[in-house]
């Protein structure tokens, strides 16, 4: 049988890509449009400035509460520290990002150990390339697409090793761009058409045609909107906090000092934006969560 199975419940983990809900969405439409007998759930769990080392500590509360039969997991762009290759070469530069990559190899290790052992079956997915060649304000980072490149190919090899899925965005995205623009000014960030592709591509590893893209159905923007306040709580405790075992008053107090210092910082406004949604939502952060399963396992079958 092409794609998942009867009653799955489906954990995409990863960073921003991940966090901002794109591909998943289209997932999600296809599979209630044409596999809805098969009662599938989909859950965002990315968070944007996510790795794994930071998915670890909350991967009890924010993915295994799902009770998931898959795990679809993306990593790799923020555990390169890419943005050391800004840095003039040297020993030092060499032996921090080798230093990066041996931990990345070892975290990827611990989160399928700790899936596993939940009886969670695991696809791998390579992070999608840094586009290091395309014309853009924003300088690239030398050695960029090289970098990304050897993690997806030591993803390649991990999974083929340990038996898992692998889904190859990177293999994919490195041909695709070359004929469209499908990744954002900043080299990293799909755009609406990349996070279509990203979409497409995973189907098709499952042996599905997607077709040309569409729009979102209506009945899906209550969930994307709830999904959205849902992920910026978490992305505002790994970005601003980036401590998961405080009370929530201390976690309070922390992100409102935040707001305060950097209010009119234009390097910050981004996050400052979250951080302030995150004062106005973290008391309603189960009551948020709840909703999100109420619409994807509820209202999306009616």
Known sequence: MKGFPENSRVCFVGDSITYNNGFISHISAFYHEHFKERNVNFYNCGVAGGRISTALPILDEDVLSYRPTHAVIMFGINDSERCWLDLPKSME???????????????????????????????????????????????????????????????????????????????????????????????????????????????????????????????????????????????????????????????????????????NNKNTEFIVSLAKDYVNTKHMQKEINEEIITQMEIEFKK
């Not at 690239?140 to 993803?155: D, F």
């Not at 080299?187 to 042996?207: M, S, Y």
Request: proline share 4%.
């Open 93 to 263: 530069r060499y032996e921090k990002m080798v230093s990066a990559y041996e931990v990345y190899k070892k975290n990827l290790a611990e989160i399928c150990r700790r899936l596993r052992e939940n009886d969670v079956e695991i696809i791998l997915c390579t992070q999608i390339p840094y586009d290091e060649y395309q014309n853009s304000e924003v300088a690239p980072l030398k050695g960029g697409y090289a970098l990304m490149a050897g993690y997806a190919e030591y993803v390649r090899q991990f999974a083929k090793e340990n038996g898992y899925g692998l889904c190859d965005y990177h293999r994919n995205f490195s041909r695709a761009i070359q004929k469209e623009d499908l990744i954002n000014p900043d080299r990293v960030h799909p755009n609406d058409r990349g996070q279509f592709l990203i979409a497409k591509c995973f189907l098709e590893f499952q042996g599905i045609d997607i077709g040309e893209q569409k729009t979102f159905p209506k009945y899906m923007d209550k969930w994307r909107e709830l999904v959205n306040a849902y992920r910026k709580i978490w992305t505002v405790e790994r970005l601003v906090i980036d401590k998961y075992d405080l009370p929530q008053e201390k976690r309070l107090a922390i992100v409102k000092e935040y707001i305060k210092e950097n209010e």
